[in-house]
Structures are given as structure tokens and as C-alpha cells.
């Protein structure tokens, strides 16, 4: 279970998988509700709960949250930009009974770092905060999003994360929702620069084998297979917001007409059984030609619905990332362009928009 305590967050990222308009922090759960929800989501099955945001530090009371969610038997991770958090807050939080954290890192140097996040100094206080988790006895995860800006730094960023002793290091080409994809020309990297970052993953696999876990997400725009997104549809995640609507994935609020129950009305058994949202895609009957017929049809359960809404603009289709997508070749010429536009300016939140990062989306065949 994603839980994202606050839309609050210090940083800016152009790639922020958060919904455009977000949430007031009037409209937050409180710790206590949240105390019900983990209850009731250990009682579903749950097994981990990702604390989430925005940045969760931006809340007062995130130990009494993270308190709630050990008590409820949920193994916790704090995912965190490190800004409004230090080695003493850290500590209390593992008293509290923070499991892990996973760390936000935008690229190699503090110049490049700060002006991805739209903070200065940001990326010293990451550093900071890194190299504390271990003496905590917390386990620590590096993800980076990658990029046009920082997709040549692939192996330094792995070589730094080794470094602060992480764990596990996820690398993760940016996903085009919200405000990915308003930035996606300043963010699209060229067919080259994929090519050669694949390599150098193989390379940096080789040079470090089992001594640390590395994951590699791909871009859908120059793939031929879509993944299997969030593990098939109301499958195994579910992703509580700050105000408690319980959506199938991060991204789902942009698909129009579906109805999200929200966890002041519902238990949250109740909402993952038989909501609306969560029935909407689950399974295969939902699906059409080609992927109802097709093989791959239970392993990436027809790829992106929030994809295929955003790229197709019917969250039914097949996403636009299978090669079998009547518009497949158009996105791969899309993001060509986009890559080619030399682009370098972002959209940040909070601040105007430049009417050149905004861009028309959706695919036409
Ligand atoms: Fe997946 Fe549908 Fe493409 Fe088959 S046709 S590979 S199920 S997206
Ligand atoms: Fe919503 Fe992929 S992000 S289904």
C-alpha cells in the first residue's frame, strides 16, 4: 500500500508523479484515521506500506504515523526527498518503528541535482541524511528518475549510491502522467541515450553481480512491450491519497468517470472488493482486440491504463507502449522529436507555465 500522507513537498521535480491540482493539507488525513486505515489494511493482507508524498517529513506528526503502522504489523518505508528531515528526526522515527527508507537522488552533482529539484542545497542535505540510515540500522533504497539531463551519469549515480550504503538502487526512466508530461520535452532522452544507458546497466551489473540490488525500469515511449503496470489493475496495490480516496495506482484520477471511494465512507476491504475504480480494469474481461486474444494478456494484463488514456485517449486500448498499438510507431516518433527539441527549461509546480513545454499528447493514427 502507497500511503501519501501530504501533497506538501519543498521540491519541484519536473517529473512529479503527483496530480497537478493537489491536495490541501485542510483536507489530510488524520494520524488517527490512519491508524484505522493500517489496521485495516494489515487485515487485508497487506504486507508493506510505503509512506509517501509529497514529502511525509512535511508532517508534524509523521512518528505517531509511522508508530501506527508498526503497530499494526506493516513493514515501513519512508520514501523522502531528505528536506525537512535530519539524523535526530531519523532517529525518532526508527524508535518509532521505521523499517526503511528510500531516498530521492536527482543526479551526480549538487548543481545538476538542485536544478532538477527546483531547491537549492537540496542535494547535500540528501547526502546528509544518507549516510545516516545505516548507523540507524535502517535499510536504505536509492532511486533515481532518469532523464534527458541525467541519463549519461547512470553509472556514477550507481557508483554514489554504493557509496552512501544503499541496498538496493532503482533506476527508473521519468513515467509521462502529470507533470512528466507537461515537461516531456525537456525530459524525452534520445534513442541513443537509452541504447547506451541499457549497456551501461549490463556493465554495472557485471562490476557489482549480487552486492547490490539493481532495478531498471525502462521508457515505455521506446519500448515494444508494455509492463505490467502496478502488477495488473487492482491486483496487488492500492494507493491510499492524502485525503483519503483509494485509487488502483498514483496516476488513475486522470482517467475521467471512474468512481473513487474514499475511506471516511468505506472499510477498505470494502473499497478494494467491490469499488467501481478497482473493478473497472481488473482482470481481462475489460479488455478489447488485440489484447483479449493475446498471450501476454495475464503477464502485463494489457500494460498502462492511465498510459493508454494519456498516449490514446481511451484507457481501454491497448497502451500505445505494445507494439501490437495501431499507434505503437507514432509514440517511438514522438519521442524522437521531443528528444531532438533541445528543450531544457521545466514547468515547475508552483510556478508559471511556458507555453512551449505545453505540448498536445494524445496519439492519432
Ligand atoms: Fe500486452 Fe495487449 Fe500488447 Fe498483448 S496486445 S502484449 S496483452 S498490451
Ligand atoms: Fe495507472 Fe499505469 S499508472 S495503470
Redesign the pocket.
Known sequence: MLAELTHRCPLACPYCSNPLALEERANELTAATWSRVFREAAALGVLQVHLSGGEPAARRDLEAIVSAAHDAGLYTNLITSAVGLDGERLARLRAAGLDHVQLSLQDVTADSADRIAGYAGAHERKLTLARSAPDLGLALTVNVVIHRANISNVSALVDLAVALGAGRIEIAHA?Y?GWALRNRLALMPTRDQVAHAMQEMEDIRARFGQRIAIDMVVPDYYARQPKA??GG?GRRSLNVTPSGRVL?????ETIPGLDFWSVHEHALADIWQSSPAFQAFRGTTWMREPCRSCVMREVDFGG????AMALAGDPTATDPACELSPVHALLGELAEQDAASGETDYAYRGRPTRRRNEQKVTLRH
Do not use: E, I, L
Not at 498502462?304 to 498510459?307: G, I, K, M
Open positions: 513515467q502522467y503496470c502496478m489493475w488502483p495506482c498514483h496516476a488513475a498502462c491504463r492511465c498510459q
